[in-house]
Each structure stands twice: as structure tokens, then as C-alpha cells.
């Protein structure tokens, strides 16, 4: 029996193409990776969305809703005899055309399947080093220099291209680093095509940016529905608890790192950067004063409290006796109460109201029903990212 | 070891009440029965949060993050003992008194332990039944009819009272019924003072409302997270498919009920009333149609339709040639593209989005972040309940 893993999140599908090329004896695994280059129209997965063909008969993710998979098993199949990275064009418009706009079962997909070798390892390496990268092929050349699935990687960090062994060389890269940079830190992945030396060259530039870094403090069994919607939900969760007893991995099987230290000593166990989503929810307030003092002085993207607001000013009047100063830009950060007003009152219901608060503030989204915006959900986000201001 | 299901879904509490009472050999089982009745500030739960002590170690559910639940064990375990219902104010406060304004551990909380019994046996047939229920405790009583812990059950359907056998006659009904019908059918708790005949006498309404009902029209793989989350979240959740395969039940283990049927033959397998929440996910353009036609000739509370605008207005393009006529009132249930604008791309993401929208539908909240709100957040709801016009 096959097993079809369709629901796991992208980080599980990056995952485990990471555990394949690990386990492979040879430079080239059996297994294809599929890659959904573009849509028209609103499809339900986004460009970059993958899913991994294993050589065992395993499915990891998912392209569609389940109308398109069986035609990219039969695909799969093909990449993996001719070893040759394939660029396919699912209209299943012609399916129903009466219908025009569709979604899933009724859109246009491009779809980029490919053998997964040991060139696809710099992806994997920043998957697993949470760092930003963006992977770019070749779908189109006039050039004569590249051909339809030549690779590059662009560490936005380093400012870097690599090209993989045996790859062609000549990339435009004053061209490409630009856009690739914008990809890779937004996670967002769109077909472009440059002009290099006269000749027209169409790239895909797939965005794989890191995991967004959510840290907890605290460790009530509250924490514990907060990291698995987190996780499910793509955030790298960690705990940072104060108290002793059951070890915290135990505790919170979600999380991805747990740590137990004192409210002190945060930074002496973890690093807190500009794109650490903090939530603290020790229920105490000594250790809730030095967990918000410690993250007001950090660069954290999100600081979310619990509790009601004027425990927050409570905690700022014991910051301001005790001489430290709090700027007006570390205070925008703060979220508390902390979570959307979904009125919800259970454990998991406190829990997704704070990780729709969480995806929110982290896709840069003011809270609304989809349904007051018009257009399209998520298409034309790609092209919006490439015309921001560099 | 004993087992504690702290997480737990509130419906899956009364659930292990209900087995538990089908369980029992006798009338009364061993078991302890804890129901938040009030709390000072921003406690995380709110009142008629629930907790079950079970003779044989295990917990189900929680009232607190953790900080009370050994202090509830000691109660329960004198009132298993004892036999008789007890009513404990934890002021938590003394502990930390310095700090004044807390959550969780530092507040007040009036928590209600009683042995679980047959008497009640009308909680758990309303829940099972799935309909609303309001369970009445006397707090104080200077009436010298009651007494505390002296019980009423309120059936807000068929405006009835019901007192356990044995139990004391002569509740005030003229003063009881409007509020434990507004408490009932919001699931909201409160406790309520009346003057009968010049005594005054303190109850608990403890409204528990039937679980919303989510039915989702649909079978692809992005069903399943939706189902998990809603289930989670306290729905009551149908799936109906319109393919035949694999089993519905197997493939959706969250649900609580599934359907294969036709999309013309909806109302032969369930009944759509006006707190019914549809979510429409069938990814064919003809299902769609025919099952939106069917909603907006229902009393559905939410219509909730994946895929763009465009493709609803197609779809209302269809039915108005059929010679259907669909009014604003219909309309203003419809909710599409579905969801929250929480960003995320993923199935977990789409899902979460839904059920976000689903619940903050349900609570009747336009979605915001909760720091953008004065006020506490879950307290006042039950006097404001109480203040709306009958």
C-alpha cells in the first residue's frame, strides 16, 4: 500500500527530500520532487508549493486538492526512467471549459518535475541551516549558453550564486540576484524572464525562504495546543520554559527545540533576531517582567503577551521603577491581549487565535475576512514583492 | 500514571462524563465533577469551563494552566469522599499579592466540585441529543426552601424545567427562565441573584449549548486538516462527499459524521437549520452549484465557498438562467474566497484560515487583533448576554 502524506506541511515535504538524499547511495536517488512553477487563476496551492514522488511508493505534500495527482504520478514515473528534469503544463480548463474560472480541478498549472539528485543539496542544507535560498532553473533559453533545467542556487545572505558540479556556467547574475534576494526572503517563487545579451532567458526562481522562529516561554500545558498549530501551521517552534519536572521535549512533542533555563538567562540558550515571533505565557509575572524586558531590549519581530492589557502596564511600571527605558518601536511590537478576537475560550481555541495572529503579523496581513478583498487571494503577490524598492 | 487529557476539547469532557455515567454500576459514580463558576480579572478559562476528576486517576480537561489543578485534585478527592457537592473560592491573589492584576495563577476562581451522579444524567442526554441545556446550582439560598448545591435543569426549547429526583421543588421560573434560556443557547455561565418571596437566592446558570455544526461539502485530501481543526475547535463535524472510493469515516477520522451522496440529494442525508456552518470545498464546478443552490434555499447560518469571487458570481450567472431567484438575505451568508486573509498558502494554513473564520462568524466578532480592544476580554459576555432585549 502506498502511503500519501498530502496534508504535511512544507518544511515535513523539505524534510524528508533531505532524510532521501541522506539515505541514497548514490549521488542520484529513484525519488522525483514536483514543483508547481505557476497558476492561473486562483489555484489552492501557490508557485513553489512541492511534492515529493519517492521510489518506495510514498507521497509527501501535495499540488492539489487531489484532481492533478494522479497525472503527475504518471509524470513521475516518466522523469524517473529518462532521469531528465521535465516542465509540464496541466490545462484542465479543456477538461470543462463550459466553466471558465475554476480552481484546483479547473486551472491552468505548470508544473517542474524533477529527479532528485544530489544537486538539489544546497536547498536542503538551507532548509536544515534555517536559511533563506531561492533555486532557479532554466524553463526557457535563447541564449545557447542554457538549456530548459539548468540550475543556480542565490544565497541572499552571502550575496552568492553556486552552481551545482557540472553545471553551466554564464548566469546573469547582476541580472537574477535581485529578484532571487526578494524570493527568497518573502518565500515566494515566480517565472521571470531577462534579456542577456539580446537573447530572452525564462527562469523560475523558487523562494524557499527559512521557517519563521517562534519561541515560547513558558511550559503550563497550555503551551502545549500553541506549538502543534504552530507547527502545523510551518513555524520552527521552540520552548523555553523555567520550571523543572518532566523534561520539556517530552512535554511538547511539536516543538522543534525545547530549553529550560532561568528567566535571566535567556539569551544564554537561544538567539533572538528580527524574525523571532516571541509569545510569552509563563502565567507569572516575575518571570513574565524579565521574559518582556529581555525581548524589548532583543530585535524580535513579535512580542504577544497573555493576559489582559493593563497587566502589560503593570509590568511596564515595574521596567520604568527599575530604570529601564522602552522605546516607542519596541512597544509597537507588543500584541496583548495577545491573539485575533475569535471569541473562542478553550485551550485550542486560545491556541488558533494566537497562531492566526502569529500568520498574520508574519504575512504582513491587517485581520479581515478574505471575502471584503477583491482579486485575486494569492496570486500577484510575487509580482508585487519584485517591484518593491530594493 | 495517571493520564491528563488537559487539551481536551470541552465536548470531549462531557463525552467522558457521559461514558463514565454509562459506566457506573449505580447511580453515583466515584467521579468528581469541577465547573468553573466565576473568576476575578482575566482568568485563561472562563466559567463553565469543566474538569473531570475520574475515580481511576485520570483528568479530563483543565481550568487553569496548570497552577491550580493539584489544589482541585485534594478538593475532589474530599468531595469523592464526602459525597456531597462542594463550592471552593481559590484566591490566588495571596499568593502574590504585590502583584495585584493577574491571569491563570494570580486571579480569583469560584470553581463548583460535585460527585458525579445520575442527576446529571439531563446534561449529558441534551449534549448527546445536541441541544442546549442549562444546568442550575444553588450557591446561597436564604429562602429556606433550598439549599446549596440543590439542582435544576433548564430545556430551553420546550421552556421546561426538570428536577432531578429527590430533589427540591419551588424554583422561582418566572425569574429563571429568561436568563437560563440566554445562558443555554450561548453557552455562557453566569451566576445570578434573585429576590424570591423577600429572600434572596444565588444560582449558578451554567448554559451549555450544543456544539455548532459544520458541514463540509467535499472529499478532496484538503478536507482533512479542515476537519481536524473544526473538530478540534469544538464543531460538530459532517463531511459530505459526493465520490464514491475509500470510505468517508476512514479517510476523515475528525468527522462526526459522513455522507456519500448526490449533490441533488443533500437534504435526504442531513438537515441544514439555521446553525448549521457549511463550508463548500467540492473543487467541481457542478457540485458547487448545485450544493450552494441547495444553502442559499436553507436556513444555513454561513455559506462558505473556496475559490475566487469571479467563480461565485459564475455560479450565481447559472442559477439565475436557471430561473432560480436568490435574495440579500442569502447573499449576506455567503462567505468567498472562505477564510481569514491570514497569508498562509499551505492546506494547514487554507484550513486554519477557514476554521478562523468559522469561529469568529460563530462568536459574532469582526476579526481584529484583541490588543486593539479596551476591556477585558471573555468577562462581562454573560452580563451583557443578560442586559439583551428578551
Sequence with gaps: MTEHDWNIPEPAVLNRVRT??????????EDVLATIVSVEGNAYRRPGAKMLFAADGTHSGSLTPGCLEDALQKAAADVRDSGTIQYVTYDMMEDDDVWGLGIG????IDVLLEPLTAQYQPAVDAFANREDIAVITVIDSETGVHSRGDRAYYDPVDDRFTIPAGG?????EDALADPARKMATHGRSTVLTITDAGNELTVFIDGVAARPELVIF??????EPVTELAAKNEFHVTVVGFRGGIPLSERFPYADETYATSPGSIEDVISLHDRTYAVVMTHNFVDDLLTIETLLNSPVAYIGLMGPRERFEQLL????????????SALD?????????LGGGSPYQIAHSIVAELLAVHNEQEPA????????IHGRVAAEILKEDS
Tied chains: 1, 2.
Design 168 to 172: 553551466s556556467d554564464n548566469w546573469p
Design 105 to 108: 480541478c479547473h486551472g491552468i
Design 369 to 376: 475576512h478574505l471575502q471584503s478583498h477583491a482579486g485575486p
Design 333 to 341: 511590537r507588543v500584541y496583548t491581549p495577545i491573539g485575533l478576537n
Design 317 to 328: 511600571g515595574e521596567l520604568s521603577e527599575s530604570g529601564a527605558t522602552v522605546t516607542a
Design 20 to 29: 532521501r538524499l541522506e539515505a541514497s547511495a548514490t549521488e542520484a536517488t
Design 218 to 223: 513558558g511550559s503550563g500545558h497550555d503551551v
